[in-house]
């Protein structure tokens, strides 16, 4: 059948369609920008973390036409899965922002875990996570926030059927896998990594840190021999904080709800010892004495503990050297004499009624000196340090504090309270002190 095109109109048409064809195909290797795979995906023939050439954008389909690396082969790609950028070099800036992120996944471990539009809790939700399900981390906030009684990152996260926003870190372990996600995910969750952080940690008191971080330490409160301690081979706990240690058996641990557990047994109050894990690094362990509820916090402890206490002990130990340094011998008509021997320790004799009036107990007179205590930047007067004497007959955590100052014939002492000692440090004076001042004696 004829089309009733003639020979003249041919010559015409001819090069149109050429140039139409022509225009087409310059269309399709035209590059509108590089996107950033975010996750590949099962099967896919592209990588997480790949940059690749995108030819077009389909809105129907939702999908980037790419052309696969050391290929002519073009592939579709759901947008979603990737992060388009205008030219090369931004889509190598975000590959190496995307870098860290490129193998860590996390799973919900709680039934409508909520993402949001923007990392605060207030913000508008845009998607609830099902329990155990599988999300890509895109990114993370830089610091810990603390969200009600909890405290994790916001994380940045992009779900299996193109949702993305931010999930608070407190339900939502993160981890890192380079094959199955998925699998891992099935592995993790047969498994109870928050269970085995309470089992193989030696959690210690959360006032560590702080001392750490102020450094200056309490060695009366601070020491290998503090924390909370679990032995599920012989099924025994033990607790010391301060002046409290317990120890208890425990025949049953019971998870009793997201992170939570409770060890329960015959020596052990009704109610059981309940434990919070409120990060993989900290706990509250809450427990009951004499019908008091008592809780407290513990930590991870990565520092050296006998390494600071041993510069503890050095730092006071140069303290007392440096003391003794001006006299060994002090001499006071009224409160007798005190001889500063090796060791740290003192012996002070014929102290006479001052026994009575500062002494917390009864004492011969012998005992250590001791520089538990600090000068407060707020305490009015000039004064050199604090020095404190624990007799033999005191509690290991008690002793009679005085402020000190030097000058060229002896020391002037003045007593202070112990509501003046705040902290370690001391941050009152009394309105009326007793004050005592000793000569130098010789050496």
Do not use: H
């Not at 603390?146 to 994380?155: A, H, L, P």
Request: glycine share 8%; aromatic share 12%; hydrophobic share 35%.
């Amino acid at each position: 059948m004829s089309l009733g095109i003639r020979p003249v109109q041919a010559k015409i048409l001819l090069p149109l369609l050429l140039l139409s064809a022509a225009l087409i195909l310059g269309s399709c290797a035209r590059t509108i920008g590089y996107g950033l795979v975010l996750w590949a995906g099962e099967e896919s023939p592209v990588r997480t973390g790949e940059i690749l050439a995108v030819r077009q954008e389909s809105q129907i389909q939702q999908t980037y036409l790419v052309r696969l690396p050391g290929t002519k082969e073009l592939a579709e790609i759901p947008i979603w899965r990737m992060r388009l950028f205008s030219n090369k070099e931004d889509a190598i800036r975000g590959a190496e922002e995307y870098a860290p992120f490129q193998e860590m996944y996390a799973y919900s471990q709680r039934e409508g875990l909520p993402l949001r539009e923007k990392a605060d809790q207030e913000a508008r939700r845009v998607y609830k996570l099902d329990e155990g399900q599988l999300v890509k981390v895109l990114s993370r906030e830089e610091q810990q926030v603390t969200v009600g009684s909890y405290e994790d990152y916001w994380y940045l996260v992009l779900t299996e059927d193109g949702y993305e926003g931010w999930c608070f870190g407190y339900y939502l372990p993160v981890f890192r896998s380079s094959e199955d996600p998925k699998e891992e995910v099935r592995e993790l969750m047969a498994r109870d990594p928050m269970l085995e952080a309470l089992l193989e940690t030696e959690w210690r008191p959360e006032y560590f840190q702080e001392m750490v971080d102020n450094g200056r330490f309490d060695l009366t409160a601070f020491g290998t021999q503090f924390g909370f301690f679990v032995d599920p081979d012989n099924r025994r706990l033990r607790l010391v904080v301060g002046k409290r240690s317990y120890s208890y058996e425990y025949e049953r641990l019971e998870n009793v709800g997201a992170n939570r557990y409770v060890f329960e047994g015959p020596g052990i109050s009704r109610g059981g010892i309940r434990v919070n894990m409120q990060t993989s690094e900290r706990i509250v362990v809450t427990y009951t004495v004499a019908d008091q509820v008592l809780s407290t916090v513990f930590i991870a402890f990565s520092e050296d503990i006998e390494e600071l206490v041993t510069q503890e002990r050095e730092r006071r130990e140069r303290l007392a050297e440096n003391f003794s340094s001006r006299g060994r011998i002090l001499r006071s008509s009224a409160y007798g004499n005190i001889v500063l021997e090796g060791g740290m320790r003192f012996r002070w004799e014929e102290f006479g009624r001052l026994g009575e009036q500062i002494f917390l107990r009864s004492v011969r007179g012998s005992g250590t000196v001791d520089f538990p205590y600090y000068l407060s930047s707020r305490l009015p007067g000039a004064f050199d340090g604090v020095i404190t004497f624990r007799f033999n007959e005191y509690e290991p955590d008690q002793g009679t504090t005085f402020l000190y100052s030097f000058d060229s014939s002896g020391v002037r002492f003045e007593y202070v309270r112990p509501q003046g000692i705040e902290n370690l440090e001391v941050v009152r004076r009394d309105g009326s002190p007793l004050v005592i001042y000793f000569s130098f004696g010789g050496s």
